[in-house]
C-alpha cells in the first residue's frame, strides 16, 4: 500500500472517530449537564428520605443508636398517642387559615401590580420586603403584636369596644394569629409567582375582551384565571407542602416552644421535634416523618386534582370550542 493511500485511510478513520465523538457529545452531553441536580438530589433528598424510612422500622435512639428491628411498631405507637391527632388537627386549621387567604390576596396584589402603575419596580420590590426579614424577628415582633394583655391588636379592639382576646391560652386565636404571620411573609413572595404567571398571557386576548365591552373583573375571572393554571397549580402544591410543614412561626411564639401549654397549637413538626430531640427516640418520630411525608403527598394530589378541575371549569367559551374541534378531529 502506497503512502498516500496510508494517509487517506488515516483520514478517513479521524474523521470516522471524530463523527463518533460528535454523536456521543450530542446524547450524553444534556444528561451531563442536569447531572449535577440529580445528584444533589440524592445526596440531600433522596438518601436522607430512605435512611428515615430505614430508621423508623428501628428502635432508634440518639445515644445507643440502631437497635432492634420492630417493623410497623413505631408508626402504631405515633398513630395511637391523643398528641398526634391534636397536632395533625391544629397542622390543618392552621394551614387552611393561611394557604386559603394567602392565594387569595396573591392573587389580587399580583393583577394590581400587573397593571401600569406608576414606579412599578419599587411596588414589586416592595412586596418581597416582608418575605427577606427574619423568621424569628416577624415570630417575635408579632407574638407581642398578639399578646394577650397589652398587645396592639388587643389594645386596638379594646379602643372600639371589643374584649380582649387570649391569643395565647385559646385555640383558635392562636391559629389565626400564627396564620398571620405566615401570610405576612409569604403573600408577596407568592405574588411576585402569580405576577409572572399574568405577564406571560398574551396581551391580544385582553384588547379584543376590551373591544367587546369586557370589564377589567371580567377579563380578570374569564381571561387570567384560566390561563393562569399553569401557576396557580404550582402555587397551590407548593403552598400545601409549605403550610403543612410548618415549624418556625409555631416553635417560637413563645418562650417555651413546645406548642402551648395545652398544646393549643402544637403542629406536626413541633410534636416530631419533640419525640427525636425530647425523647431521644429517633424511631419514632422518623415515623412520624414519614407519615406527614405520606399526608403530604395526599393532599398535594387532591389539590392538584381540585384545582384543575376548577381551572378547566372556567375556561373560555373559544378554548372550549377548539378542543371540542380537536376531539372530534
Known amino acids: 500500500m502506497t503512502t498516500?493511500?496510508?494517509d487517506d485511510e488515516r483520514r478517513v478513520r479521524r474523521i470516522a472517530f471524530?463523527?463518533?465523538?460528535s454523536h456521543w457529545d450530542v446524547r450524553i452531553s444534556p444528561y451531563l449537564y442536569i447531572s449535577p441536580f440529580f445528584i444533589l438530589f440524592a445526596v440531600v433528598g433522596l438518601f436522607?428520605?430512605?435512611?428515615?424510612?430505614?430508621?423508623?422500622?428501628?428502635?432508634?435512639?440518639?445515644?445507643g443508636g440502631e437497635g432492634d428491628f420492630v417493623g410497623l411498631d413505631n408508626?402504631?405507637?405515633?398513630?395511637?398517642?391523643?398528641?398526634?391527632w391534636i397536632a395533625l388537627r391544629n397542622t390543618f386549621s392552621i394551614f387552611l387559615f393561611s394557604a386559603v387567604p394567602q392565594v387569595g390576596f396573591a392573587l389580587v396584589i399580583a393583577a394590581v401590580l400587573n397593571e401600569n402603575l406608576r414606579a412599578k419596580t419599587f411596588w414589586r420590590m416592595g412586596v418581597l420586603l416582608p418575605y427577606i426579614v427574619a423568621p424569628v424577628a416577624v415570630t417575635l415582633i408579632f407574638s407581642n403584636m398578639f399578646g394577650d394583655q397589652y398587645g396592639l391588636v388587643n389594645n386596638f379592639l379594646?379602643?372600639?369596644?371589643?374584649?380582649?382576646?387570649q391569643w395565647h391560652s385559646q385555640e383558635l386565636p392562636s391559629h389565626i394569629a400564627i396564620a398571620t404571620m405566615v401570610n405576612f411573609r409569604w403573600t408577596g413572595y407568592t405574588a411576585l409567582i402569580l405576577l409572572a404567571g399574568m405577564q406571560a398571557i398574551s396581551r391580544d386576548m385582553y384588547e379584543a375582551a376590551s373591544i367587546d365591552g369586557a370589564s377589567k373583573v371580567r377579563q380578570f375571572f374569564s381571561i387570567t384565571i384560566p390561563q393562569l393554571r399553569p401557576t396557580l397549580i404550582f402555587v397551590i402544591v407548593t403552598s400545601t407542602i409549605g403550610g403543612l410543614q410548618i415549624f418556625d412561626e409555631p416553635r417560637l411564639y413563645d418562650q417555651y416552644g413546645q406548642g402551648g401549654a395545652n398544646s393549643q397549637w402544637m403542629t406536626i413538626t413541633i410534636y416530631?421535634?419533640?419525640?427525636?430531640?425530647?425523647?431521644?427516640?429517633?424511631?419514632?418520630a422518623a415515623a412520624v416523618a414519614w407519615l406527614l411525608f405520606i399526608i403530604i403527598i395526599l393532599i398535594g394530589l387532591l389539590n392538584l386534582a381540585i384545582t384543575r378541575r376548577i381551572a378547566s371549569s372556567s375556561d373560555l367559551p373559544s378554548e372550549r370550542k377548539t378542543r371540542k374541534a380537536k376531539v372530534a378531529a
Request: hydrophobic share 50%; charged share 5%; no cysteine.
Open 272 to 284: 416530631l421535634y419533640n419525640l427525636g430531640w425530647g425523647q431521644l427516640n429517633f424511631g419514632r
Open 75 to 84: 408508626f402504631v405507637f405515633v398513630l395511637q398517642q391523643p398528641q398526634f
Open 48 to 63: 436522607p428520605l430512605l435512611y428515615t424510612a430505614y430508621v423508623s422500622v428501628h428502635q432508634w435512639h440518639l445515644i
Open 4 to 6: 498516500a493511500a496510508l
Open 158 to 165: 379594646h379602643s372600639i369596644g371589643i374584649p380582649p382576646v
Open 18 to 21: 471524530s463523527q463518533k465523538l
